[in-house]
């Protein structure tokens, strides 16, 4: 059997050549690719996500079934609970989410952005159920 080859190319995406989409994995956010997953042969993904509707429910208890991910914010806020801690990641924070590690975004600013790095591009994401209270959001 033949092992697969790496795909390692160069890639350069400047801000006008990937759209902004609201079809990712949350409704009320957009994502724009950054090009990473395609030269990368889906090892990882780079994408930037922003806020397009005001915090209602926020995303539910879940993890990811990734080896690697990071959040690294752009603009804005988000509150988020990791497990049983709240946390509030602003502009210039980078968070870890250690793989299997439960969480919940339950609100952010109307101006949030950041940038997501995970590997591998195809990650998923588990639907979980916890007792822990988390805060209301918001209303912008």
Known sequence: MLDKPIVNTFSHVKPGDTPWVSDGLRSFFEYRDLGVAGATG??????????KEAPEKGTGWHRHTADFHIVIML???????????????????CVHQRPGI?????????????LEVVGPA???????????????????
């Not at 990650?123 to 959001?137: A, K, L, Y």
């Open 102 to 114: 439960m969480h919940f975004l339950f609100d952010y600013s109307p101006d949030m952005e950041y």
């Open 122 to 140: 195809d990650f998923g994401t588990v639907e979980m159920t916890s007792d822990i209270p988390v805060p209301e959001p918001h209303s912008w």
């Open 42 to 51: 889906g090892r990882v993904i780079a994408q930037l996500a922003r806020a």
């Open 75 to 93: 603009k804005g806020w988000a509150k988020f609970m990791y497990e049983d801690k709240e946390h509030l990641v602003e502009a210039g924070d």
